[in-house]
């Protein structure tokens, strides 16, 4: 369907049509790629990019780079291994350090008993031409820059949409089955769909100064760190964290109010930060930016998606805003492309909303509430008095600040955690649900869940079995060739995987589990499915799928009828 692109104004067609080329687009295009599917990116930017925003990767986004193919390349794009990833709080560089949250540098990490990966910097300037080298790879997979989005109509069969090349000015028409919104916080997708945001968008300014520093560790006395966290009697003020692991440093400035803003010294607030005169440095880059939390009220509308910050838009606070908008796109591939194959069901698209919005939301709440208590205003009035009372002051905020904020940077629990449940297209299987977590992470096999890692006898992950189409997991000597012939009837890919190992048979509960392409768990049982139902086509009551392979099959492919349990009790945004 999809023909060569070039910039020709004469009509295109694509199968998927994706606005915005930051990571949310490109990581989509990356999935849709290896999956074979056709899919047409346009950005109205150039190919060349700013300054970092996202510095930290989530271990979930490294376990997808892994899935992608480019994990060495995030791996080692050059972070210094043996950079402590601490976040230190100081009054300034020459002063007091008051706390420290201790991360280890990632060459002495030991390794992770839930991820065949972990989270690590690397920051947008590197990652984006990674995911974006990832999507070229592909030969259905077309980008093309300075093309932007204008308008857009759709009707039962794609979506027609006016796009502008900045080049020449010219208006050209491009026609897709699908539409997806990748375009940011100020997104026109959402905008022409009329769908509202709610939250806080705008809970204060920040400012990010970019400061080239030559050598600053060995400038002042204060260990190495991943980030400096200001104090000051007015509370927190600041963070200095370093982008490429040499030189290169962000200062963001928090809270500030309009009165403030037009009254920045840049100069007079680093040289705060350094605590004295005489360090050299350069601004490379300042950008002024809104802290906001927002969650749109539908991911969807007919054949158009909204995904990453065009979704859900998150204070930076805990690095979970890129990171959340990267399992939307892995949400949305393998759907998409299930769809456009053909065996995906009429409401496998339609699981989108009702799995990544509650997702999002969760994700956006621990962002606000990181922000919250980095910057709540307790009483620091004597942090900086050289006296005894002023030690006891600085041992206490230092104690509460560690405390408050250890887990915050890291919330293993949002990142690992989030469990699709209710959904459409998972069947559940009468256990409880395992209590909500989002700093801590217990792995789970429960239907909804990421299917936890374990190391295979061959080296492999078990994370590693996943990605394709369907994996079916065998931990014990039964007949699947039900739920096999079911997948087969269907059109479903499915690969059933046996594994020996009583620990990894342990971990996921079940004798059999059905994990879905993105490696979430659609459905376990330990006894086999019975045979095929008679009928052809979805199954019509809402008992059925337990032991029915074809309703089980149909369930998961978004043709079964849980679509409408899940309707009555749906997620609202707050
Ligand atoms: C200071 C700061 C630090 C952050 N740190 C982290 C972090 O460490 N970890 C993390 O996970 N997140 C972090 N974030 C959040 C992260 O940067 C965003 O969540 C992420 O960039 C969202 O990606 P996106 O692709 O959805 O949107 P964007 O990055 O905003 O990209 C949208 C793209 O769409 C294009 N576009 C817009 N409209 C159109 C149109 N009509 N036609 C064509 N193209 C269009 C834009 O030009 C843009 O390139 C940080 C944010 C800030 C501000």
């Known amino acids: 369907m999809q023909r060569v692109m070039t910039d020709s104004p004469a009509p295109l067609e ?3 049509l994706i606005i915005g080329g930051g990571p949310i687009g490109l990581s989509l295009a990356a999935d849709l790629g290896r999956r074979g599917v056709g899919a047409l990116l346009v950005e109205e930017r150039e190919n060349k990019l700013g ?37 230190a709080f100081v009054t300034d560089l020459a002063g007091y350090e008051i706390g420290r949250v201790r991360t280890p540098a990632l060459g002495a990490e030991r390794d992770s008993p839930v991820s065949p990966e972990r ?73 022409q769909l009329g769908i509202a945001i709610r939250g806080e968008p705008h809970l204060d300014w920040s400012m990010t100064v970019y400061l080239r520093i030559p050598d600053l560790p060995s400038q002042h006395d204060k260990e190495k760190a991943f980030r400096y966290v200001f104090v000051g009697p007015e509370g927190t ?37 350094f605590g004295r005169d005489g360090i050299a440095y350069t601004i490379e880059d300042k950008t002024l930016w809104v802290r906001k939390r927002t969650v749109a009220d539908r991911f969807m509308d007919g054949r158009v998606f909204l995904a990453g910050d065009a979704a859900h838009a998150h204070p930076p606070n805990g690095g979970l805003g890129m990171n959340t908008g990267i399992q939307d796109a892995f949400d949305l591939g393998w759907k998409l492309a299930g769809t456009l194959q053909g065996w995906g069901g009429p409401q496998l698209l339609a699981s989108y909303d009702y799995e990544r919005r509650p997702a999002s939301a969760r994700a956006a709440e621990v962002s606000l509430s990181n922000y919250r208590r980095l910057v709540s205003a307790a009483q620091r009035a004597e942090i900086l008095s050289p006296t005894p009372a002023g030690d006891e002051a600085r041992r206490l905020i230092g104690e509460a600040l560690v405390a408050e904020n250890e887990k915050s940077w890291h919330p293993v629990g949002v990142h690992l955690g989030y469990i699709y449940h209710p959904s459409p297209i998972v069947v559940p299987d009468g256990t409880a649900k395992p209590e909500d977590d989002t700093f801590g992470y217990v792995p789970t096999a429960f239907p909804g869940a990421r299917a936890p890692h374990a190391w295979l006898s061959d080296g492999r992950s078990t994370l590693d079995l996943f990605g394709d189409g369907f994996v079916l997991l065998k931990f014990a000597e039964v007949d699947t060739s039900a739920l096999e012939d079911a997948a087969r009837t269907r059109g479903v890919p499915l690969t059933v995987h046996r594994i020996t190992d009583p ?7 079940c004798k059999l589990v059905l994990v879905r392409p993105d490696g979430h768990v659609a459905w376990r049982q330990d006894e086999p499915p019975q045979e095929n139902a008679p009928q052809d086509g979805a199954p019509q009551n809402n008992s059925a799928p337990q032991g029915d392979a074809l309703s089980i099959i149909d369930t998961v492919r978004g043709a079964g009828p849980r679509i409408a349990a899940c309707r009555a009790i749906r997620y609202r945004s707050p």
């Open 119 to 191: 989270g690590q910097p690397c920051p947008q300037t590197w990652f984006d031409p990674i995911l974006q080298d990832a999507a070229r790879s592909h030969p259905s997979i077309t980008i093309r820059h300075r093309i932007g989005l204008e308008s857009f109509v759709q009707d039962d069969d794609g979506v027609t949409a006016q796009l502008r090349n900045h080049a020449n000015g010219a208006m050209e028409t491009v026609r897709a089955a699908y539409l997806v919104g990748c375009d940011g916080f100020a997104s026109t997708v959402r905008e």
């Open 237 to 273: 003020w600041s963070f200095l964290s370093i982008v490429d692991g040499k030189d290169l440093w962000r200062l963001q400035l928090v809270g500030l109010d309009e009165q403030r803003l037009r009254d920045t010294d840049i100069p007079a607030l680093v040289r705060r930060c």
């Open 51 to 87: 300054p970092a925003k996202m510095l930290e990767c989530s271990v979930r986004t490294l376990e997808f780079c892994r899935q992608l193919g480019v994990i060495d390349k995030v791996r080692n794009w050059g972070f210094p291994l043996d950079w402590p990833l601490d976040s």
């Open 503 to 509: 620990e990894i048979a342990n971990l996921y509960e």
């Open 14 to 16: 694509t199968p998927v």
